[in-house]
């Protein structure tokens, strides 16, 4: 971690962490990082950049759209695609523990100037049924219109399930027929489109095929360094290209980050169902421990959220830390597992040792 001539040790040795916190904190594989020495780079904001026009044409062309952008972050592309599809004083509907209301600041209001209408679904994803009653097609003098649906899958905070294809069909067709457009975060489109076997890219267009725009992450478990991509109409990406610039998102010579994004779409898509497995056998090994309430059946990708009974989160979080396996909470009894190119196998095994170890602990010092 320390750069060569700096005095100071490293703050931890990461190397022997177990960190399940994010897929987030993946690092670029050594083929990204020759990949990067190596990358042709031009200026992006005047389109010159070749390794950046490669990567935008062909996420372009494996979600079958006319365009696509690269953006900073996935936070940037959501917001970009909030306000491309709104005006002012309308409402953004979305599941109540969406990433564009919880994790993304007040931007929908303060960027859009729009309401997020949050509709609670203890599946973690809205169905038809669900939305209809809170569509105000047109707006009145007392209640403001609607001017999006969002959806995300994989549903992050619902444990990284999947919505059916039909479920999403649906509130596609419903919203169309009112002329209302319909965003995707797809944060991790990938990870949904592993989970339907066969070609991932058939898979991705098929599962995104009727949405206005999509917003996907190059940075999460394809191991990307920094890295979203908006895909959509080329004139929807031609306006999401003046709100990038706005935020300050527009780069210069950022091909080097493009041509990692490149072997994270073309090669990293193709090794999720090792992190999915992993994911299903640290939920299996939980669900062995009585304190945790997990129903393994409910893993359908990497992502692993239990429950706990009498313990809480923070307790076990910081139980984890120190013996080396870093979790997030994400609730006052709730703890969140997330799988990754940079966990294998055997760490996920060790690390549902340690929390039975600190479950143990715990239950030991609540007696004494
Ligand atoms: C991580 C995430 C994002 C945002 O990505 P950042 O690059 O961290 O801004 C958006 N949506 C979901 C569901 C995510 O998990």
């Not at 679904?121 to 969002?150: C, D, N, R």
């Not at 095929?209 to 940075?219: E, G, I, K, N, P």
Request: glycine residues 8%; hydrophobic residues 45%.
């Amino acid at each position: 971690m320390a750069y060569s001539g700096s005095a100071e040790a490293p703050s931890f040795d990461s190397s022997s962490l177990i960190d399940l916190r994010s897929d987030t904190v993946t690092r670029p594989t050594s083929a990204m990082r020759a990949a990067m020495a190596a990358a042709e780079v031009g200026d992006d904001i005047y389109g010159e950049d070749p390794t950046i026009n490669r990567l935008e044409a062909r996420a372009a062309e494996i979600f079958g759209r006319e365009a696509a952008v690269f953006v900073p972050s996935g936070t940037m592309g959501n917001q970009i695609a909030l306000r491309l599809h709104t005006r002012p004083n309308q409402e953004i509907i979305c599941e109540s523990r969406a990433h564009i209301l919880d994790w993304e600041m007040a931007m929908a209001a303060t960027f859009s100037g729009c309401l997020i209408r949050a509709v609670a679904s203890p599946a973690g994803y809205l169905t038809w049924e669900q939305i209809a009653p809170v569509v105000h097609a047109k707006g009145s003098t007392f209640s403001a219109a609607t001017g999006l649906i969002e959806l995300e899958n994989t549903a992050n905070l619902a444990g990284g399930i999947v919505i059916p294809l039909p479920v999403m069909e649906e509130v596609l067709h419903e919203a169309h027929k009112r002329n209302l457009p319909v965003h995707l975060d797809g944060a991790r489109i990938f990870n949904a489109a592993t989970t339907l076997g066969g070609d991932i890219f058939e898979n991705v267009r098929t599962l995104t095929r009727s949405f206005d725009t999509v917003m996907f992450c190059l940075s999460k478990g394809l191991c990307a360094p920094v890295g979203s991509m908006l895909v959509g109409s080329k004139d929807a990406i031609d306006e999401a290209r003046v709100y990038r610039k706005a935020l300050g998102g527009a780069m210069r010579q950022a091909g080097v980050l493009a041509a990692a994004g490149l072997i994270a779409l073309e090669e990293m898509t193709l090794r999720l169902h090792e992190d999915h497995a992993n994911a299903k056998l640290l939920a299996e090994s939980l669900a062995k421990l009585p304190e945790v309430q997990i129903d393994p059946a409910t893993v359908e990708t990497n992502i692993v959220i239990f429950n706990l009974n009498n313990r809480s989160a923070a307790e076990v979080t910081s139980g984890l830390k120190a013996r080396g396996v870093l979790a997030g909470a994400t609730g006052p009894k709730s703890v969140r597992l997330v799988t990754h190119h940079d966990v294998d196998r055997n760490a996920c095994l060790r690390a549902a040792e340690i929390l039975g170890e600190v479950l143990e602990d715990a239950a030991v010092a609540a007696r004494s």
